[in-house]
T-cell receptor, first 115, second 114 residues
Framework: SAVISQKPSRDICQRGTSLTIQCQVDSQVTMMFWYRQQPGQSLTLIATANQGSEATYESGFVIDKFPISRPNLTFSTLTVSNMSPEDSSIYLC????????????FGPGTRLTVT | SQKIEQNSEALNIQEGKTATLTCNYTNYSPAYLQWYRQDPGRGPVFLLLIRENEKEKRKERLKVTFDTTLKQSLFHITASQPADSATYLCALDLLYNQGGKLIFGQGTELSVKP
């Protein structure tokens, strides 16, 4: 398995500002993903974080709003830009291990509230 | 359209009974199907993975079945305990076509009463 940390664990932000969330893994992984979980809802995939290249975004998510970086195999950031109250959600990163069978390991999540 | 549906209602059972959770999907051809547990305020935790050519998988008190003809997976917890109370998520892994992405169902909230 992997130990995944996210920073910050929670934040309250004002409308129009941006927040960058960090995801750090304790071992090398093949794939990293970013999900959003809105209150009372299931997880929705935002994008696949690709090492050294642009992330691959799902339908409904764009790079200008959710820029993602992945400079190496163990670290990624997600920025939520120009925030509105609709962006209030939990943001989670997940990883697929090199030695795994395809299962994903999730970070603890970042709880974002936009006022 | 593509859809994943889990038990629409929360599931309440008595301790010691078997809990059975359902995951149905349409218009997908997943290579794998995965089950996760999520506790309030925490990220999902992986439980079991079953491949398209497997009918059944077991791990301790957990059992998963996968019927690609019916497009359905059943998740069983035998001898359930109050500590099993959580939300359980099924996820389709479109590995062959989509590079490892997971598509999650909405989850079923399980409550095990002592």
């Amino acid at each position: 398995s992997a130990v995944i940390s996210q920073k910050p664990s929670r934040d309250i932000c004002q409308r129009g500002t941006s927040l960058t969330i960090q995801c750090q893994v304790d071992s090398q992984v093949t794939m990293m993903f970013w999900y959003r979980q809105q209150p009372g809802q299931s997880l929705t995939l935002i994008a696949t974080a690709n090492q050294g290249s642009e992330a691959t975004y799902e339908s409904g998510f764009v790079i200008d709003k959710f820029p993602i970086s992945r400079p190496n195999l163990t670290f990624s950031t997600l920025t939520v830009s120009n925030m509105s109250p609709e962006d209030s959600s939990i943001y989670l990163c997940s990883v697929v291990m090199r030695t795994g069978g395809g299962e994903q390991y999730f970070g603890p999540g970042t709880r974002l509230t936009v006022t | 359209s593509q859809k994943i549906e889990q038990n629409s209602e929360a599931l309440n059972i008595q301790e010691g009974k078997t809990a059975t959770l359902t995951c149905n999907y349409t218009n997908y051809s997943p290579a794998y199907l995965q089950w996760y547990r999520q506790d309030p305020g925490r990220g999902p935790v992986f439980l079991l993975l079953i491949r398209e050519n497997e009918k059944e998988k077991r791990k301790e008190r957990l059992k998963v079945t996968f019927d690609t003809t019916l497009k359905q997976s059943l998740f069983h917890i035998t001898a359930s305990q109050p500590a099993d109370s959580a939300t359980y998520l099924c996820a389709l892994d479109l590995l062959y076509n989509q590079g490892g992405k997971l598509i999650f169902g909405q989850g079923t909230e399980l409550s095990v009463k002592p």
